[in-house]
């Protein structure tokens, strides 16, 4: 997948940097385009109009960001615009919906629903606008084509158009901010705003770098456009083999492949050695197949087993950690269960070497082990890959098998288990499932090999389809 974000980055730095389209050199200068709005500003200074600026003193090359084209000039933005200031207060009348006496838009900081806040009467700016969110989501710009009222300090630019293509602003605005909530930026102020320097070509390539910008981004929103269906079309199709390949239709059934019996035999000998010779109650089925929760038909060489049946050990993570040490051995949570593996960029708990022995105690994960989340997020699946320590929170839980455990980790998967799981799970503020239930829940089990080349064959797949 192609890193759209990036390559928007990329563009736009292309941009403000003068590279992404070929000067002209018959374009007027961009000094030529700063001294008539310097006349301009002057003239309404002197009506009265508009407040002294000071902002047209001198930028030294020290303050200059970067390397511009010869043709561009560095400005601050106050010295290119006819205002600029923070909204006030909501107005006292205003309506959340728009109806024929409240017609007016009222904007506040944020990028839901454009930053769209309800309607009000009469509006406080007439001129088209660009603002800019100074809390929350810091950074988002939105060009204002129609009369509005700014509120809760959003940063409003009114530039001179005529002069200064007010999308190319907003672009450079997009290039410059760290934008987003929780950036490194509290939030932006009007001061801040009206020094900050901003690179103006001549009008005419301050167009056709917008028209750029345009083109090329049209480009990529079909890019996003056509991978956000490929990807629901792949996962569609990765959920039809899982389905065929848990109901026994994706690869042939061998007669030759030892008998699930054998298998469960097996098992139960090696648990009675490992659990204290505690024995396994074989399943006796009744003839109504539907007592079953999520049942499916399955081959004859296949059975329907308890997890417990198959497993030497289902347990959970500790139900009351330990103090974040902030270095040391992760303590995972349902967060770090993708369908990609084990996420541990995500941990935010460490435990020292002494904490993680003690609670290693409780989980022993091990590569092999498969992972599901139980609380929470219920369903998340990851097989343990890794000769890495670590261990787990209540919200994971730890199952250790005795059969193929990429096999179990797609049974657990499958449209089927999830589905049970789901109807398992209880609890008021966030849902959960208990291990004593988990550990009676069922799966369909092929002999052993069967099992070997489902996961060969869904591997297969996998692979054509990321590829």
Request: aromatic share 8%.
């Amino acid at each position: 997948m192609i890193d759209t974000k990036a390559l928007r980055k990329k563009i736009l730095d292309l941009a403000m940097h003068g590279k992404l389209v070929e000067q002209d050199q018959e374009d007027d200068s961009a000094n030529e385009l700063l001294a008539s709005i310097k006349e301009k500003k002057e003239i309404a200074i002197l009506k009265k109009r508009m407040q002294n600026d000071k902002n047209f003193l001198k930028i030294t090359e020290k303050e200059q960001p970067y390397e511009i084209p010869e043709e561009w000039v560095w400005a601050r933005l106050s010295s290119i615009s006819k205002d600029i200031f923070a909204g006030g207060d909501k107005p006292k009348e205003y309506s959340r919906d728009k109806n024929e006496k409240y017609n007016v838009p009222i904007f506040a900081n944020g990028a839901t629903n454009n930053g769209l806040y309800g309607y009000t009467t009469e509006p406080k700016v007439l001129e088209k606008a660009l603002t800019i969110s100074a809390r929350g989501t810091i950074g988002y710009c939105a060009i204002r084509n129609e009369p509005f009222v700014p509120i809760v300090r959003l940063l409003t630019i009114i530039p001179f158009e005529e002069h200064i293509s007010i999308d190319f602003i907003k672009y450079y605005f997009e290039f410059s901010i760290e934008t987003g909530e929780g950036t490194s930026i509290k939030q932006l102020t009007v001061p801040s705003i009206k020094s900050r320097l901003i690179p103006i070509p001549p009008l005419k390539e301050q167009k056709h770098i917008v028209s750029k910008i345009d083109e090329l981004f049209s480009f990529i929103e079909v890019i996003e456009k056509e991978f956000t269906e490929y990807n629901q079309l792949t996962m569609k199709l990765d959920e039809k083999i899982l389905d065929c390949a848990m109901r026994g239709g994706l690869v042939e059934q061998d007669p030759c492949d030892e008998p699930v019996s054998e298998l469960l035999t097996r098992i139960k000998i090696k648990k009675e050695q490992i659990l204290y010779n505690k024995k396994i109650k074989k399943i006796k089925l009744s003839e109504d197949k539907s007592e079953i929760d999520g049942y499916i038909e399955i081959p004859e060489s296949w059975e329907w087993v308890k997890l417990t049946d198959i497993c030497t050990k289902i347990t959970d993570g500790s139900h009351n950690p330990p103090k974040n040490s902030g270095f040391g051995v992760q303590m995972i949570s349902a967060t770090n269960i993708t369908d990609e593996g084990i996420d541990f960029t995500k941990t935010s708990r460490y435990l020292t070497k002494e904490q993680f022995l003690q609670e290693d105690k409780r989980t022993e994960i091990r590569r092999g082990d498969v992972l599901l989340s139980i609380v929470g997020s219920i369903g998340k699946v990851s097989v343990v890959d890794t000769d890495i320590p670590f261990t787990a929170q209540r919200s994971v839980s730890v199952l250790k098998t005795l059969i193929d455990s990429n096999f179990l980790g797609y049974q657990l998967k499958s449209d089927y288990f999830q589905r049970s799981l789901m109807r398992k799970a209880s609890g008021n503020a966030q849902k959960g499932v208990y291990l004593r239930t988990l550990g009676q829940m069922m799966i369909a089990l092929p002999p052993i090999n069967e099992q070997k080349r489902i996961v060969k064959e869904i591997g297969k797949y996998k692979h054509l389809l990321k590829n």
